[in-house]
């Protein structure tokens, strides 16, 4: 089974609605990256989160990782069409090492 | 914050030809840069950890021969695809860690589209 399981696979919601996206580790995570990605384009670097119980925000996005550092959710506020696209976790398992990517949250956001 | 380029941003070859990639740290020196391929829809598989002055490390059922990856300075590392096929058509993706910041982030290049014609 995958080390690192991201859900939803994909995701529709409301303009103004609020959404969460989980990334679930099977092993503890050194650290946990979120970036955002628009189809063809690259990596836009969002969040990494390090320390158990870690939350940080950024705009209308908040991402928490829990104290056992092996669950992290990232919470959209009030959903913009502007906040489309792929959402990625990576989880990076001992500082120096390649990130592991989770398959991916495909965001859409009607109006 | 810091920045990783990568050249071209797209590609298109004949099968059979070469294709090189550049990725460079604008403003950092990466020691260790990594190399992903991303199929549509898909995501992000690593390929190769590039190190710079030593030969790369690559990932099971990723033929070195034909992904060449040279990392001949702190602030590039290129990826050149071999006698290109159809097959290898996909999205590739750089990133470098800077080790300078306080918690060592991982930045990414804006990818590389190659289509194999």
């Known amino acids: 089974s995958q080390e690192l399981e991201q859900s939803p696979q994909s995701l529709i919601v409301q303009e103004g609605k609020n959404l969460t996206i989980n990334c679930t580790s099977s092993k503890t995570l050194y650290g946990l990256y979120w970036y955002k990605q628009k189809y063809g384009e690259g990596l836009i670097f969002l969040m990494m989160l390090q320390k158990g119980g870690e939350e940080k925000s950024h705009e209308k996005i908040t991402a928490k990782l829990d104290e056992k550092k092996q669950q992290s959710s990232l919470h959209i506020t009030a959903s913009q069409p502007s906040h489309a696209g792929i959402y990625l976790c990576?989880?990076?398992?001992?500082?120096?090492?390649?990130?592991?990517f989770g398959k991916g949250t495909r965001l859409s956001v009607i109006a | 914050g810091a920045v990783v380029s990568q050249h071209p941003s797209w590609v298109i070859c004949k099968s059979g030809t070469s294709v090189k990639i550049e990725c460079r740290s604008l403003?950092?020196?990466?020691?260790?840069m990594f190399w992903y391929r991303q199929f549509p829809k898909q995501s992000l598989m690593l390929m190769a950890t590039?190190?710079?002055?030593?030969?790369?490390?690559?990932e099971q059922g990723v033929e070195k021969d034909k992904f060449l990856i040279n990392h001949a300075s702190l602030t590039l590392s290129t990826l050149t695809v071999t006698s290109a096929h159809p097959e290898d058509s996909s999205f590739y993706i750089c990133s470098a860690r800077d080790p300078s910041g306080v918690t060592d982030t991982q930045y990414f290049g804006p990818g590389t589209r190659l289509t194999v014609l």
């Open positions: 403003d950092f020196q990466a020691t260790t």
């Open positions: 590039s190190n710079e002055g030593s030969k790369a490390t690559y």
């Open positions: 990576g989880a990076d398992y001992s500082g120096n090492t390649p990130l592991v």
